[in-house]
Nanobody, 124 residues
């Protein structure tokens, strides 16, 4: 069982930055691929970024490529999402997820554990 707790969300103006963190419980964190997803009101949960267990591989949605950076610190059992040049369309609840089905996964069905989410609001 893995428990995930996100933090770092908030209100920011367009063009600003935020850094999200997702702290995981358990001693097997490095064996899990981690993903970030977001969900805007009335919309489906959308893939944002993923990182492999070792951190060697990363993948991004086209909409955030070049602006967001995912990283992880396995010693701290934490994954991060650095978000720069934020836009109003980045607004939503951001969730982190953990899974072992694939090293890098973009579908929600490939993840077994989810955090409670953290709100990110970007004002224009």
């Amino acid at each position: 069982q893995v428990q995930l707790v996100e933090s770092g969300g908030g209100l920011v103006q367009a063009g600003g930055s935020l850094r999200l963190a997702c702290a995981a419980s358990g001693r097997t964190f490095s064996t899990y691929g981690m993903g970030w997803f977001r969900q805007a009101p009335g919309k489906e949960r959308q893939f944002v970024s993923a990182i492999s267990g070792s951190g060697a591989s990363t993948f991004y949605a086209d909409s955030v490529k070049g602006r967001f950076t995912v990283s992880r610190d396995n010693a701290k059992s934490t994954v991060y999402l650095q978000m720069n040049s934020l836009r109003p369309e980045d607004t939503g609840v951001y969730y982190c997820a953990a899974g072992r089905k694939l090293p890098i996964a973009t579908l929600t069905t490939n993840y077994d554990y989810w955090g409670q989410g953290t709100q990110v609001t970007v004002s224009s």
